[in-house]
């Protein structure tokens, strides 16, 4: 396995069952005198566990720095999470987002909580929870992007039987459930015009109206609302209610993008390979030009993109203990400095130009289509290989669809 400064011994001698030593240099710029044992070892010699906390932890600078800031910051950043949350991150954005959490300990103020796709949004949500008077009683999830708005004003809501085909019986609705509790709403963003009065009305009055029922319900529950969604944006554009807004936005939470907070991404990494160690019994380390791509990957996923990546090269790095660039996925390891733009720019699309009134799907798509093989040919020089790489189709597909559009001259001199 190649990892700069380590004899390939160690992992391989594990895998073999004999015990090796060797010296690794690991994330953190860690060079560490390994010592893998062999089954029947009587003093087991150096763990590998030992090697992989200190190896992360040594990555994560802001660990070290966080441990000058007073006994409370110590504790909590030394571990690098907040209190039993399981929310990891010990940057200066994630501070910040603990201080709003200690802020509001104990109070049952509606919260809106806003960032990209996996930063953490729900985790945020049940910590805030776990962290309030309420913790003792449940908190209800639901996401209003997965149901059309009939099935959702139900969901929320409830029905009373027979008032729509398939209400059977009466359903209490969850926010009935959730009375005395917290409820989640995620992806609030996608809430219809209809029903953000509705919830509006909860929010305002503590009542809402099952569907086909007359009289009213009161709730006592605390409202959570996320999204990834720029409600501002949507408030501005008309298609989010600017009172609901302002009802929601009562706590802001954002929860900073993995981009924006690089110093947590070696214990994030620390933290996942832990719980894979201790679910799978093998423990297993990151080396350094690894670790390196992790860095300078800008993770448009967030931390569940960096949760998946780590579970692959776990399962991909097969029996090996050291996991190497080589073991991770290409848009990962492709994120080094080293990357090469590639050899052909892609052709422009001109998918603006503009189209005749009229123009059916199938010939816009046609139009397109000729346009973008005609510029990737030209751009070429006629060269069928290096267009096809460039549009991003095979050399046979291009050939076919250069004789289909009679294209055959394009880019050729003359
Ligand atoms: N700071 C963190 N520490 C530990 N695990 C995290 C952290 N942030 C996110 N995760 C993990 O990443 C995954 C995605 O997090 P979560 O579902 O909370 O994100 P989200 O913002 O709600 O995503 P989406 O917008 O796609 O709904 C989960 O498995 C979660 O446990
Ligand atoms: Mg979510």
């Known amino acids: 396995m190649a990892i700069e400064g380590a004899p390939a011994g160690p992992a391989k001698a594990a895998a073999e069952g004999a015990s090796h030593e060797g010296e690794a240099e690991l994330a953190g710029g860690i060079r560490l005198g390994v010592r893998v044992a062999a089954p029947g070892d009587a003093d087991g010699g150096i763990g590998v566990a030992a090697l992989t906390r200190a190896a992360v932890d040594g990555a994560a600078g802001a660990v070290a720095a966080a441990v000058q800031q007073g006994p409370r910051a110590q504790s909590e950043l030394r571990e690098g999470r907040l209190g039993e949350t399981g929310i990891i991150g010990a940057s200066a954005p994630m501070r910040d987002l603990?201080?709003?959490?200690?802020?509001?300990?104990g109070s049952s103020a509606t919260v809106l909580i806003t960032g990209e796709n996996g930063t953490g949004k729900e985790l945020v949500a049940k910590s805030i929870h776990a962290m309030s008077q309420r913790a003792?009683?449940?908190?209800?999830?639901?996401?209003?992007?997965a149901f059309n708005d009939n099935l959702l004003e139900s969901e929320l809501f409830g029905h009373r039987r027979g008032s729509f085909t398939g209400a059977v019986s009466d359903k209490p609705g969850l926010f009935k459930v959730a009375d005395e509790g917290t409820f989640f709403l995620d992806e609030v963003g996608?809430?219809?015009?209809?029903?953000q009065v509705k919830l509006l009305r909860v929010l305002q009055?503590?009542?809402f109206l099952p569907v086909g029922d007359t009289q009213t319900r009161r709730v006592d529950v605390r409202i959570i609302a996320a999204t990834n969604r720029d409600l501002q944006t949507m408030v501005r554009e008309g298609s989010f209610r600017e009172d609901l807004y302002y009802r929601l936005h009562v706590v802001h939470l954002k929860v900073p993008p993995l981009r924006e907070r690089t110093d947590d991404i070696p214990l994030l990494v620390a933290f996942f390979m832990d719980r894979l160690a201790s679910r799978e019994g093998v423990t297993k380390a990151l080396s350094k030009p690894a670790m390196e791509r992790l860095m300078s990957h800008r993770w448009p996923g967030n931390v569940r993109e960096l949760e998946?990546?780590?579970e692959r090269?776990?399962?991909?790095?097969?029996h090996e203990t050291l996991i190497g660039p080589e073991h991770l996925s290409p848009a990962v390891a492709g994120s080094g400095p080293e990357r090469r733009p590639s050899r052909v720019p892609p052709p422009l699309a001109a998918a603006d130009a503009a189209l005749p009134e009229g123009t059916t799907l199938p010939e816009a798509i046609e139009s397109l289509e000729r346009r973008m093989i005609?510029?990737?040919l030209e751009q070429a020089h006629g060269n069928k290989t290096r267009a096809a790489e460039a549009l991003g189709i095979s050399r046979r597909n291009l050939i076919r669809k250069v004789q289909a559009y009679d294209l055959d001259d394009v880019g050729r001199r003359r």
């Open 98 to 105: 603990y201080r709003m959490l200690e802020r509001i300990r």
């Open 136 to 145: 003792q009683t449940r908190i209800v999830a639901t996401n209003c992007s």
């Open 190 to 195: 996608d809430m219809s015009p209809a029903l």
């Open 205 to 207: 009055e503590g009542v």
């Open 308 to 310: 998946n990546e780590i």
């Open 313 to 318: 090269v776990w399962v991909l790095s097969g």
């Open 374 to 376: 005609r510029a990737g």
